[in-house]
């Protein structure tokens, strides 16, 4: 039982969540809103003047920027999911975070509910709707130990809530799908009872591998694999080197191994989350096989292109619709270029976070004997700050490429003239060979 107050704190921690992002409109508020918004775009599409919305606010012509000035906002995009429609919720252009794909979980499972009129979503409306789920979940009948339990669970589920925008400390262990270092952002997750998985494992048929391993998280890897190199002992010299190849091998964050726990893990029909290369999806199992969420805004106006196939650690899945029925892009290369660049940044992450080590190494090679930690700490955190500082900046440097080549190219074009002429030579060849050929009768 809790000491005489506690009951009192407790009680006020679950009220707290009322409070959350008190600065952003209520639900009720919200789907006012997203009606008026919605009367706005409905009537400059039908080519009629745009509504004056009450008040001196501007007209909504670009509800998005001009409505949440300053916000991440979210398009929402409906598909016909189990002959009811259903809202997922699509990535922009601020990348990936853990609250979409827990959002898109509970939308899909029905746990949570939008307007139907409603076309796009604030981080801080998300994380408003998602704390009223949390509220209205909470167990009625339980004991009084499970209820503190419960209670606590929630507390310190609020103090990182507000991760979820942006990133989660997971860190997971190479023995199972489901096994990750414990951290208090795994709180979250059980609090909302969704499963958490991952397909990085190791193979338990390669004795080496396993032995050098063992039942290490990735980070407690990272620093084995560095006491290792610097050890005298050849022995532990061999299970560093063992150890460094298979993140290295395994820079995907996925294995064939994993791949095959990972579908005998997933329940038939079950809504989870699956996380890789710092990226986390919706996933969930038909028919034996497993499917990933497709969110990438790029596929906003591809209605029947819903879930992509994860049958290889390669990453090119196949589309499928709201059935699982295979539905090609109706822009393939457009559609490509956008899945591409996404799977290309999370690559590019994980190979840095591999890399990382084989850095480290030269630099610890560097260090004098005798160091003491406070310095040897500041050393190590400056070389993060600098990987860090250099990593954003060849980011910043390829989206400026990208830009340039886009504005370069013509806007009506979709691909470029040395695609188009890959296109061509194929059928040239064929018409020589045609020539070339004798027909014998």
């Not at 009606?35 to 001196?56: I, K, N, R, T």
């Not at 050098?212 to 990735?218: I, P």
């Not at 990972?262 to 996380?275: D, I, K, N, P, R």
Request: aromatic fraction near 8%.
């Amino acid at each position: 039982p809790s000491p005489p107050g506690e009951e009192s704190r407790s009680l006020d921690s679950l009220e707290s969540f009322s409070n959350l992002h008190s600065c952003c409109p209520s639900s009720s508020e919200l789907n006012s809103d997203a009606e008026e918004a919605a009367v706005v775009v409905a009537a400059a599409s039908a080519g009629g003047p745009a509504l004056q919305p009450e008040g001196d606010r501007p007209a909504a012509s670009s509800p998005s920027k001009e409505r949440f000035p300053g916000q991440s906002v979210y398009h929402i995009k409906w598909v016909r999911w189990k002959e009811e429609n259903t809202p997922v919720i699509t990535q922009n252009e601020n990348g990936p975070c853990p609250l979409l794909a827990i959002m898109n979980v509970l939308l899909l499972a029905w746990k949570i509910k939008l307007p139907p009129i409603m076309e796009i979503i604030t981080a801080e409306q998300l994380m408003e709707y998602l704390g009223d789920y949390i509220l209205e979940a909470k167990p009625k009948e339980i004991s009084e130990i499970q209820r503190v339990n419960y209670e606590q669970n929630m507390s310190d589920a609020m103090a990182i809530l507000h991760k979820l925008q942006t990133g989660l400390d997971v860190n997971v262990k190479f023995t199972g799908v489901r096994v990750f270092e414990y951290t208090p952002e795994c709180i979250v997750f059980d609090l909302l009872d969704i499963p958490l998985y991952h397909g990085w494992l190791v193979d338990p048929q390669v004795a080496d591998i396993v032995k050098a391993v063992g039942n290490c998280s990735y980070n407690q890897l990272v620093e084995k694999i560095i006491s290792c190199k610097q050890s005298d002992n050849s022995e532990l010299v061999s299970e560093g080197f063992v150890a460094e190849q298979f993140l290295n091998n395994t820079a995907t964050q996925l294995t064939y191994h994993g791949l095959c726990e990972l579908t005998s893990a997933v329940q038939e029909g079950e809504l989870c989350v699956f996380f890789r290369n710092n990226h986390f999806s919706t996933m969930t199992k038909y028919k034996g096989q497993l499917y990933l969420l497709v969110t990438d805004q790029g596929f906003l106006t591809e209605e029947k292109v819903v879930w992509e196939s994860l049958h290889n650690v390669d990453g090119d899945g196949n589309f499928c619709d709201s059935e699982f029925h295979l539905r090609p892009p109706s822009d393939p290369e457009t559609v490509y270029r956008g899945q591409q660049d996404q799977i290309d940044q999370d690559y590019l992450m994980a190979l840095s976070l591999q890399q990382e080590q084989q850095n480290q190494e030269i630099n610890w090679e560097q260090i004098p004997e005798g160091i003491s930690d406070l310095e040897l700490a500041k050393k190590l955190q400056e070389e993060e700050d600098r990987r860090a500082s250099q990593y954003y900046q060849e980011q910043e440097q390829a989206a400026a490429q990208v830009q340039v080549q886009g504005a370069a190219s013509p806007a009506s074009g979709r691909q470029s003239g040395s695609n188009e002429r890959k296109r061509k030579e194929p059928r040239e060849k064929e018409r020589e060979k045609e020539k070339n050929n004798c027909v014998l009768l």
